[in-house]
């Protein structure tokens, strides 16, 4: 299994080598992509060419899409999608000597001592989930916070609450609270929500004020915020 990026997204092909004198892409109706390619073709080639028809890939995935139930529900079995910053990583859930998480070649591979179940798998991706958002968090917080020089602000504690509505909020204490739910989202859609906590720290409400300093501390906030909205509401 092979990969490009694209965008936001991890496309994972397989290739079939053939006699035949040209390359084509199909795409299947679960998403899987196979690169038919002549035998005498190089891998960075094939590479190439992916990433030439990675949006008409998308398109393909996206017309699979509108036929599949909106939000599939979670069972935590191989085989299911399941998003960390932003990419769409394949689960592979086996036995092992311990429980653990691990994100390997391109799959989120969980290992369970016992035999596997719904509820471990969930509470083991659940805990690395929050263990990754918390690092994360933390970085991308005092890169903002460096955009803040020139306001009176001290560094903001951060704490993690699901929250079934919002992705973040912050109150008068100098605390935010983020959503761990962010995590499966591009990280530069947590810039976005964390720079719009923390310019309320210098502005509570949404007045005119707050969008121009938004604005000026992440000028193309738009973009990430339509993202995150899309993606994962
Ligand atoms: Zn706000």
């Known amino acids: 299994m092979y990969s490009i990026s694209y965008g936001t997204k991890e496309i994972f092909f397989e290739i079939k080598r053939t006699n035949r004198k040209t390359l084509a892409i199909e795409v299947h109706p679960n998403a899987e992509v196979f690169v038919i390619a002549p035998n005498n073709i190089s891998l960075e080639d094939i590479k190439y060419k992916v990433e030439k028809r990675a949006k008409w890939i998308v398109k393909q995935w996206d017309y699979f899409n509108q036929f599949l139930p909106r939000t599939p529900e979670r069972t935590y079995v191989s085989g299911e999608t399941h998003y960390y910053l932003g990419k769409s990583y394949l689960l592979k859930v086996s036995k092992g000597n311990q429980n653990q998480v691990k994100l390997k070649s391109g799959k989120l591979q969980v290992t369970c001592k016992s035999e596997p179940s719904s509820e471990l798998v969930k509470k083991l991706l659940a805990q690395w989930y929050y263990n990754h958002a918390k690092k994360k968090f933390d970085i991308i917080l005092s890169e903002i916070y460096a955009k803040f020089k020139d306001y009176t602000i001290k560094i903001p504690q951060i704490e993690i609450r699901r929250m079934p509505n919002r992705w973040g909020s912050c109150n008068t204490l100098n605390k935010i609270i983020l959503n761990p739910e962010i995590i499966k989202a591009h990280s530069k859609c947590i810039e976005y929500v964390l720079t719009h906590e923390m310019c309320h720290l210098v502005i509570p ?28 509401s």
């Open 205 to 232: 409400n949404h007045s005119k004020e707050f969008y121009t300093l938004l604005e000026d501390i992440m000028p193309n906030w738009k973009k990430w915020k339509s993202e995150l909205e899309c993606k994962l």
